[in-house]
């Protein structure tokens, strides 16, 4: 208020969270001046019932077709979502389930979190997830709550084999600075962030951020530069070359007729340059650092995702994702793959929480300790049918014949469980 009425500004940069950019926005609006924010990724805050808005990043919902495609990949048919009860959480969540649907997997449960959660609130979520039998779980919450969640979760032994983990690219594009114990807590999990190519100027930036950052403070640990740095000084520039050619250095207000009970909205006057300003911003582009600027209906576009495993101390990529090409093992080859992938043999092998080699099922049996025996009638005769054989020498007992081959059909269609995994036989 204070920068529309007295400053008169005719452009403003921010707000950084959706919740705060929707009344922000709002102001724009009654005063025709462009509100361009390069952090507020929630959905429901969309240019197209915003005219005065401008989103310089991605669209959260940009990346749900994504993180569908990882879980079609890896054959999971249950997911559930974890997300932070916010504007930020919530909004992805119509998206998210709709792009699972589309790939017929079923989300049994969503787990929604108070974004101020007790220590007790996040335990007792992650007990009730443990006693379900789905072990897949994409994970959408700022750094400040997800960090926490990762530790209870480590703790709670549901970082362990069996278990997969997703996280969005919140979360991804500002893994580098968290604390080293909940980066340690998330060992195995999968992410994606979108992929900014490299070039000469970003990597010139890059040094002169960090040499400023060193000058000012020589013993910060926080010296990378996250996607949302990146996209501010894109968003800088491209407010700066729209005022260059719209020129408003002598642009004012017109006041508006007021009331004596007016409120303070309605007291806000209209900038005379909003308007081409805006039109202006909408159609500037230029080679930025985070690659190509081009507003699609007044927001950020992204041509690929990375696709990522963490593992020690940061993250090791292990494929893209590409909204005309699929799964993609490197991105220099996107351009050369002729036939949209679906398939993990396009991915580099990930490690999976607990040290796993092996792709999680996806779905477990919630019984610790205990297995699920089967007991198998055997007769004389019908051998075609059900045959066992015992061997003295190793007191193993195997059964074959076409029961047995139909039950064993039905184990591998089956997520939860592959062929005699877990299963103790008795007869």
Same mark, same amino acid.
């Given at each position: 208020?204070?920068?529309?009425?007295?400053?008169?500004?005719?452009?403003?940069?921010?707000?950084?969270?959706?919740?705060?950019?929707?009344?922000?926005?709002?102001?724009?609006?009654?005063?025709?001046?462009?509100?361009?924010?390069?952090?507020?990724?929630?959905?429901?805050?969309?240019?197209? /019932?915003?005219?005065?808005?401008?989103?310089?990043?991605?669209?959260?919902?940009?990346?749900?077709?994504?993180?569908?495609?990882?879980?079609?990949?890896?054959?999971?048919?249950?997911?559930?979502?974890?997300?932070?009860?916010?504007?930020?959480?919530?909004? %992805? %969540?119509?998206?998210?389930?709709?792009?699972?649907?589309?790939?017929?997997?079923?989300?049994?449960?969503?787990?929604?979190?108070?974004?101020?959660?007790?220590?007790?609130?996040?335990?007792?979520?992650?007990?009730?997830?443990?006693?379900?039998?789905?072990?897949?779980?994409?994970?959408?919450?700022?750094?400040?709550?997800?960090?926490?969640?990762?530790?209870?979760?480590?703790?709670?032994?549901?970082?362990?084999?069996?278990?997969?983990?997703?996280?969005?690219?919140?979360?991804?594009?500002?893994?580098?600075? %968290?604390?080293?114990?909940?980066?340690?807590?998330?060992?195995?999990?999968?992410?994606?962030?979108?992929?900014?190519?490299?070039?000469?100027?970003?990597?010139?930036?890059?040094?002169?951020?960090?040499?400023?950052?060193?000058?000012?403070?020589?013993?910060? %640990?926080?010296?990378?530069?996250? /996607?949302?740095?990146?996209?501010?000084?894109?968003?800088?520039?491209?407010?700066?070359?729209?005022?260059?050619?719209?020129?408003?250095?002598?642009?004012?207000?017109?006041?508006?007729?007021?009331?004596?009970?007016?409120?303070?909205?309605?007291?806000?006057?209209?900038?005379?340059?909003?308007?081409?300003?805006?039109?202006?911003?909408?159609?500037?582009?230029?080679?930025?650092?985070?690659?190509?600027? /081009?507003?699609?209906?007044?927001?950020?576009?992204?041509?690929?995702?990375?696709?990522?495993?963490?593992?020690?101390?940061?993250?090791?990529?292990?494929?893209?994702?590409?909204?005309?090409?699929?799964?993609?093992?490197?991105?220099?080859?996107?351009?050369?793959?002729?036939?949209?992938?679906?398939?993990?043999?396009?991915?580099?092998?990930?490690?999976?929480?607990?040290?796993?080699?092996?792709?999680?099922?996806?779905?477990?049996?919630?019984?610790?300790?205990?297995?699920?025996?089967?007991?198998?009638?055997?007769?004389?005769?019908?051998?075609?049918?059900?045959?066992?054989?015992?061997?003295?020498?190793?007191?193993?007992?195997?059964?074959?014949?076409?029961?047995?081959?139909?039950?064993?059909?039905?184990?591998?269609?089956?997520?939860?469980?592959?062929?005699?995994?877990?299963?103790?036989?008795?007869?």
């Amino acid at each position: 208020m204070e920068l529309l009425k007295n400053v008169k500004v005719q452009a403003i940069i921010g707000s950084q969270r959706s919740a705060e950019a929707k009344f922000v926005t709002h102001l724009g609006r009654k005063a025709h001046v462009p509100i361009l924010s390069f952090s507020a990724t929630s959905p429901s805050l969309s240019p197209k /019932h915003s005219p005065y808005f401008v989103r310089t990043t991605l669209d959260d919902s940009s990346q749900v077709e994504a993180i569908a495609a990882i879980v079609e990949a890896f054959g999971w048919r249950e997911v559930v979502p974890i997300y932070e009860d916010t504007d930020f959480g919530n909004g %992805m %969540m119509p998206y998210l389930i709709d792009a699972f649907q589309g790939i017929d997997t079923r989300v049994p449960y969503r787990s929604v979190i108070p974004s101020f959660a007790s220590d007790l609130q996040i335990l007792e979520e992650l007990n009730k997830l443990a006693t379900m039998q789905t072990r897949v779980f994409v994970v959408h919450m700022r750094a400040s709550l997800s960090s926490r969640l990762f530790r209870h979760a480590h703790k709670a032994e549901m970082m362990s084999d069996g278990y997969a983990w997703i996280i969005t690219d919140g979360l991804s594009m500002i893994l580098v600075p %968290m604390n080293p114990a909940s980066v340690d807590s998330m060992q195995g999990v999968l992410g994606i962030q979108p992929h900014i190519p490299k070039s000469k100027s970003l990597h010139d930036f890059h040094m002169r951020w960090k040499r400023g950052i060193l000058l000012k403070n020589p013993n910060s %640990m926080t010296n990378e530069l996250n /996607h949302f740095g990146i996209w501010a000084y894109d968003t800088i520039w491209a407010l700066a070359m729209a005022v260059e050619r719209v020129g408003g250095t002598n642009s004012s207000f017109s006041k508006t007729e007021t009331g004596k009970n007016s409120t303070c909205l309605a007291t806000l006057g209209i900038s005379e340059i909003g308007e081409r300003l805006l039109k202006t911003i909408l159609n500037t582009r230029f080679k930025g650092l985070s690659g190509e600027f /081009h507003l699609v209906e007044g927001q950020l576009q992204s041509s690929a995702f990375e696709i990522f495993n963490v593992i020690g101390k940061g993250e090791r990529v292990i494929g893209y994702w590409s909204p005309k090409r699929g799964l993609s093992r490197g991105f220099d080859t996107v351009d050369k793959i002729i036939a949209y992938s679906t398939s993990n043999a396009n991915l580099k092998d990930p490690i999976w929480p607990g040290d796993s080699r092996t792709t999680p099922k996806g779905w477990a049996i919630p019984i610790k300790g205990k297995k699920l025996i089967i007991g198998v009638p055997v007769k004389e005769g019908f051998c075609e049918f059900v045959k066992m054989e015992r061997d003295s020498h190793t007191n193993m007992t195997t059964f074959e014949g076409f029961s047995i081959d139909v039950f064993r059909a039905v184990l591998d269609t089956l997520p939860f469980v592959g062929e005699e995994e877990g299963l103790d036989r008795e007869v």
